[in-house]
C-alpha cells in the first residue's frame, strides 16, 4: 500500500474526543480530516477541517464522504456493519477492517475470538431467556456479571448477580440478548495500547494499570505493578489479536490480573483508547499519531515511554478545576471542548509525568 501523502484527507468516523485528539494529531503530520458524525457541534469537527452530519446509515451522504478523502478510520467500534459496507462500496479503504469492528461489537463474539487465540476469559455463556440465564448460572457459579451483548460501554448495561438465587427479573431488566460472564476477582486491572502497520510491523506501549469508578476509568498510572513476564504476556495476546484479523492501527486490550498473575482479558476496544491518553506526553509517539501513521500507511513510530506517569479523567464537574489544573507546574490540561458538563460525562483529562 503506497503511503498517504501529506495534504490528502484522512475521513475520521465519530465526533467525540478521541476523533478530536486524532485530528490533531493527523493535523501535526499534515492531512487535514474530516468528520463524519451524526451530531452537530462535535468536539472533533470543531479541529477538523470539514464535518459531515448525517445518520450512520446515510449511503448517499456516506458515499460523498468517500470521494472527498483518501482513507477512512473510526473513533468507535459500533460503526454499523452498512456503513461499512457503503464506504467500502465507495471505493475508499477502511481501516481498522469491518471485521475487527464486528467482532468488538459483540462481547460473545469477542471472547469466543480470545478463546480461539488461547488467550483466557472468565467463564462466559450467551443467555437469551431468563431460563438460559438460570442455566448459565448454575454452570458458571455466582458471583457472575450479566452484561448486553451489543453497545454497553462504561459499565452500562451490566447486572452483578451477587447469589445463586439472585437472577430473578434480571433478563427483563437487562432487555436485549446478554453474555453471562463469571466474576473475577481480580489484583488489578491494565490495559495494553499495541499497533499493527499497513505492512504488518507491530508496536507495543507498556502497559498501563487502570482504576475505574462506577464502571467508568477514573486513574491510569504506569509503570503498571506487573512482572515483566506479565507484561510479555500482554504483548503476545495483543500480537495475536492483532495478526488475526490483518488489523490496521491502533488496538486496545483490557485485561485483569490475578494474584497469581494469570492474565484474563476483558473486552477489546478496535480504537484508541482512552488509558492511552497518556502517550501523548508520555510516549515518544502518541497513539493517536500511531494510529493515523498506521492508517496513512506510514512507519510506526517510536513507542518508549519517557517516564513514570499518572492520567486522571476529568468526569462531569471535575472539569470546573481547569484553573487550578492549568496554575500546576508540570500538569498536561486537555478539555475536550464539549458544552455541558453532565454528571459521568468525559469532560478532559490531565497528565502527570513523575520523571
Ligand atoms: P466492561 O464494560 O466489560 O469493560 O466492564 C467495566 C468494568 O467492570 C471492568 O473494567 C471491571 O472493573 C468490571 N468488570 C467487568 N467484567 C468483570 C468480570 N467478569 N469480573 C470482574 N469485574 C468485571
Known amino acids: 500500500m503506497n503511503p498517504l501523502s501529506p495534504g490528502s484527507t484522512i475521513g475520521i468516523l465519530g465526533g467525540g474526543q478521541l476523533g478530536r485528539m486524532l485530528s490533531m494529531a493527523a493535523a501535526?503530520?499534515?492531512?487535514?480530516?474530516?468528520?463524519?458524525?451524526?451530531?452537530?457541534?462535535?468536539?472533533?469537527?470543531?479541529?477538523?477541517?470539514?464535518?459531515?452530519?448525517?445518520?450512520?446509515?446515510?449511503?448517499?451522504?456516506?458515499?460523498?464522504?468517500?470521494?472527498?478523502?483518501?482513507?477512512?478510520?473510526?473513533?468507535?467500534e459500533n460503526v454499523p456493519a452498512e456503513t461499512a459496507e457503503a464506504l467500502i462500496a465507495a471505493g475508499?479503504?477502511?481501516?481498522?477492517?469491518?471485521?475487527?469492528?464486528?467482532i468488538a461489537q459483540d462481547r460473545f463474539d469477542e471472547k469466543s475470538f480470545f478463546r480461539s487465540l488461547g488467550i483466557a476469559t472468565p467463564p462466559f455463556a450467551a443467555v437469551s431467556s431468563q431460563a438460559e440465564l438460570n442455566a448459565a448460572l448454575a454452570e458458571i457459579g455466582a458471583p457472575a456479571i450479566l452484561k448486553t451483548r451489543r453497545l454497553g460501554y462504561d459499565g452500562r448495561g451490566q447486572i452483578r448477580i451477587k447469589a445463586a438465587d439472585d437472577t430473578r427479573g434480571a433478563y427483563d431488566k437487562l432487555g436485549a440478548p446478554g453474555i453471562l460472564e463469571g466474576y473475577c476477582a481480580?489484583?488489578?486491572?491494565?490495559?495494553?495500547?499495541?499497533?499493527?502497520?499497513?505492512?504488518?510491523?507491530?508496536?507495543?506501549?507498556?502497559?498501563?494499570?487502570?482504576?475505574?469508578?462506577?464502571?467508568?476509568?477514573?486513574?491510569?498510572?504506569?509503570?503498571?505493578?506487573?512482572?515483566?513476564?506479565v507484561a510479555g504476556k500482554a504483548r503476545d495476546a495483543a500480537r495475536r489479536v492483532l495478526d488475526a484479523v490483518d488489523y490496521v492501527g491502533v488496538l486496545t486490550l483490557?485485561?485483569?490480573?490475578?494474584?497469581?498473575?494469570?492474565?484474563?482479558?476483558?473486552?477489546?476496544?478496535?480504537?484508541?483508547?482512552?488509558?492511552?491518553?497518556?502517550?501523548?506526553?508520555?510516549?515518544?509517539?502518541?497513539?493517536?499519531?500511531?494510529?493515523?501513521?498506521?492508517v496513512a500507511g506510514w512507519p510506526l513510530g517510536d513507542t518508549a515511554r519517557r517516564g513514570d506517569i499518572e492520567m486522571l479523567n476529568l468526569i462531569g464537574d471535575d472539569a470546573h478545576d481547569w484553573r487550578r489544573i492549568a496554575s500546576e507546574p508540570g500538569a498536561h490540561l486537555h478539555l475536550y471542548g464539549k458544552r455541558d458538563a453532565r454528571t459521568g460525562r468525559k469532560m478532559g483529562h490531565v497528565t502527570r509525568l513523575l520523571l
Open 186 to 229: 481480580f489484583e488489578r486491572e491494565i490495559s495494553i495500547i499495541a499497533a499493527r502497520g499497513a505492512d504488518g510491523g507491530l508496536a507495543f506501549y507498556d502497559p498501563c494499570e487502570n482504576e475505574h469508578a462506577g464502571g467508568i476509568l477514573n486513574r491510569t498510572t504506569l509503570p503498571a505493578h506487573i512482572s515483566t513476564g
Open 254 to 294: 483490557e485485561f485483569f490480573v490475578m494474584a497469581d498473575g494469570a492474565l484474563i482479558a476483558n473486552e477489546m476496544a478496535p480504537r484508541v483508547h482512552n488509558s492511552g491518553h497518556w502517550t501523548i506526553e508520555g510516549a515518544v509517539t502518541s497513539q493517536f499519531e500511531q494510529h493515523i501513521r498506521a
Open 28 to 76: 501535526q503530520l499534515g492531512f487535514d480530516v474530516c468528520i463524519f458524525t451524526d451530531e452537530p457541534d462535535s468536539p472533533a469537527s470543531r479541529v477538523s477541517a470539514k464535518t459531515f452530519v448525517a445518520s450512520y446509515q446515510d449511503v448517499a451522504a456516506l458515499t460523498d464522504f468517500a470521494r472527498r478523502v483518501q482513507r477512512v478510520t473510526t473513533e468507535f
Open 92 to 102: 475508499v479503504r477502511v481501516a481498522p477492517n469491518p471485521h475487527a469492528l464486528a
